[in-house]
């Protein structure tokens, strides 16, 4: 599994042993309590939740593996060998690759080893994707923990965007706000989310020439940095609403599935902090039921 898949399923553990534990060590509702609560949404046929551990790691269970032969793909391209070059763009992109399939298969020191290598060679020649590879490099850094050196990696980013890529700006700094956030740095997160609106009111101007669903990941984008701030100040319920606007965004954005579930699971956070347990079950449920798709 990637570091992103291990992040992501860690959040949605949250969300399923909450719901199943209730908080404070009490006891989950029963099923008829249940039913009572959820009668105030809608949610579609009701499936009581998962009352221990066993009932989780059973829903597990029950999924398929992931595709063996993307896996085998992606692991060949791990394991590739450097090209016989000095040429920095030539290995920039050589070591960006290999450290993506890198960390789709788990490999993450690998994958933090590759892109720190890919970033190395981008500085040393045309640059044209040093911003982007020091985006996932980022990104690496945070699966293992490591978020200073995340927080490092998009700062650097940041000054790096290319003229005419200047939509990069938005991700970039809205990684920021979560990075700032996450260290209480409330603000510098604020001032990372200014950056990121000024930069996507600029893209209204060339936004005809992207894709529908790259406008939509750049409008969660803001949508998820607004919820970070919020998060990281207490304020669950006003989080929630920016957390449902992002994963609305990307509902029509295949190319960003696996993002639209972590910010399912973190939806499923906010909702076990408001005590609306068995909604944030259901959320991060369904979640983890598309992941593991």
Not at 43 to 50: D, E, I, M, N, S
Not at 210 to 225: D, F, H, K, N, V
Request: glycine share 8%; aromatic share 8%; proline share 3%.
């Amino acid at each position: 599994m990637s570091g992103l898949g291990h992040s992501l399923l860690s959040i949605l553990a949250v969300g399923l042993a909450a719901a199943a534990c209730g908080t404070g060590g009490q006891m989950a509702m029963s099923v008829e309590e249940a039913k009572q609560v959820t009668a105030s949404f809608t949610r579609g046929t009701f499936v009581p939740p998962p009352r221990t551990i066993n009932d989780i790691t059973a829903v597990l269970d029950q999924q398929k593996l992931a595709d063996p032969a993307a896996m085998a793909k992606a692991r060949a391209k791990a394991d590739e060998r450097a090209p016989d070059t000095t040429n920095p763009d030539t290995l920039a992109a050589f070591y960006y690759q290999r450290g993506l399939a890198a960390g789709v298969v788990g490999l993450v020191r690998q994958e933090i080893d590759d892109l720190t290598e890919a970033a190395r060679w981008a500085e040393r020649g045309s640059g044209r994707a040093e911003h982007e590879i020091l985006f996932w490099l980022s990104i690496a850094e945070i699966h293992a923990g490591n978020f200073s050196r995340a927080l490092e990696y998009t700062r650097r980013a940041v000054t790096k965007v290319p003229r005419f890529q200047e939509g990069w700006l938005v991700p970039l700094n809205a990684s920021l706000v979560g990075h700032s956030a996450r260290i209480g740095d409330m603000d510098a997160a604020a001032a990372a989310l200014e950056a990121a609106r000024r930069a996507f009111d600029a893209s209204r101007v060339w936004s005809i020439f992207i894709p529908a669903q790259y406008m939509a990941a750049m409008r969660a984008g803001l949508a998820e940095a607004q919820a970070n701030i919020l998060h990281g100040k207490g304020q669950h319920l006003e989080a929630e609403r920016f957390y449902r606007e992002a994963v609305a965004e990307l509902a029509a954005a295949p190319d960003f599935a696996v993002w639209r579930d972590y910010l399912t699971g973190r939806l499923a956070e906010v909702l076990v902090r408001q005590e609306r347990l068995i909604e944030a079950e259901g959320e991060a449920r369904s979640a983890l039921l598309r992941a593991l798709e």
